[in-house]
C-alpha cells in the first residue's frame, strides 16, 4: 500500500537521524584534532536538516493519503463520466442538428404562411 511507502520514509529519516547523532557523540568523545569543530558543527547541520524533514513528513503524511486518494478518486470519477458518455453516445447513434430545413416545426410555418398568402393585386393603370 502507497501508505507504506510514507512509513518507510519515515523509518529511515529515523535511522538517519540516530546514525547522524551517534557520530557526533562519537566526534565529541574523540581526541580533538584540527577538523573536530567543523566536523561537529557539520554533523549538527545534518541532524537539524534531517529532524527538520522528520518533522515534516509526519505533519504532512496523513495530508499526503487524503489528497492522493481524492485526486485518485476524481480522476476515476471523471473516466467514468467519460465511459458513460461515450456509452450514450454511441447507443443514441449520430446526432443531427435542428434547423430551419430539418425542423417539422418549421415546415409547418412554412406551409401556414403560403397558405395564408393572399394573391397581389396588380395596379391598373389608369389614364385619365
Sequence with gaps: M?????QGALLRLQGSILETFEALKDEYAS???EGTVDRIA?????????EG?????????????????A???????AAARMALAEVKSAQEG???AVTED???TM???????????KPKRAKKDTEE
Aim: hydrophobic share 35%; charged share 25%.
Design 2 to 6: 502507497k501508505q507504506d511507502l510514507l
Design 31 to 33: 581526541p580533538a584534532d
Design 42 to 50: 557539520t554533523l549538527a547541520a545534518r541532524l537539524a536538516n534531517l
Design 53 to 69: 524533514a522528520l518533522i515534516t513528513l509526519q505533519q504532512y503524511s496523513q495530508r499526503i493519503v487524503e489528497t492522493a486518494k
Design 71 to 77: 485526486e485518485a478518486m476524481e480522476t476515476s470519477l
Design 94 to 96: 449520430p446526432s443531427t
Design 102 to 104: 430539418n425542423s417539422k
Design 107 to 117: 415546415k409547418k410555418v412554412r406551409t401556414v404562411q403560403k397558405q395564408q398568402k
